[in-house]
């Protein structure tokens, strides 16, 4: 079993860029693909980011497309999400998401993954 905690959120202006990081214990990101999601309040969680297995294969929102990426560091075991361009709208806490089972692919809907971190708040102001 994996544990998660982010850190990295923060407030920045619109415009700035944010880091977030999800670092594991209990076992090696490099066993599972993983997903970063985000809720705003009075809104559903909603698909962020995701990497496959390998990292081969990245996924993202329309909405972050070309503003947001993901990566994963295997050596310090975390995965990360680099954000760029930031928006008022992309305020909300943000969860890193493993997927276990050893599936390959990342998947958009958070039912699919079965660990979870606590969140990090990130706030944009305009």
């Known amino acids: 079993q994996v544990q998660l905690v982010e850190s990295g959120g923060g407030l920045v202006q619109a415009g700035g860029s944010l880091r977030l990081s999800c670092a594991a214990s209990g076992r090696t990101l490099s066993s599972y693909a993983m997903g970063w999601f985000r809720q705003a309040p009075g809104k559903e969680r909603e698909f962020v980011a995701s990497g496959s297995l390998t990292f081969s294969i990245t996924d993202y929102a329309d909405s972050v497309k070309g503003r947001f990426t993901i990566s994963r560091d295997n050596a310090k075991n975390t995965v990360a999400l680099e954000m760029n361009s930031l928006k008022p709208e992309d305020t909300a806490v943000y969860y890193c998401?493993?997927?276990?089972?050893?599936?390959?692919?990342?998947?958009?809907?958070?039912?699919?993954?079965?660990?979870w971190g606590q969140g990090t708040q990130v706030t944009v102001s305009s």
């Open positions: 998401a493993a997927r276990g089972g050893g599936l390959w692919g990342g998947s958009r809907s958070s039912i699919d993954y079965d660990y």
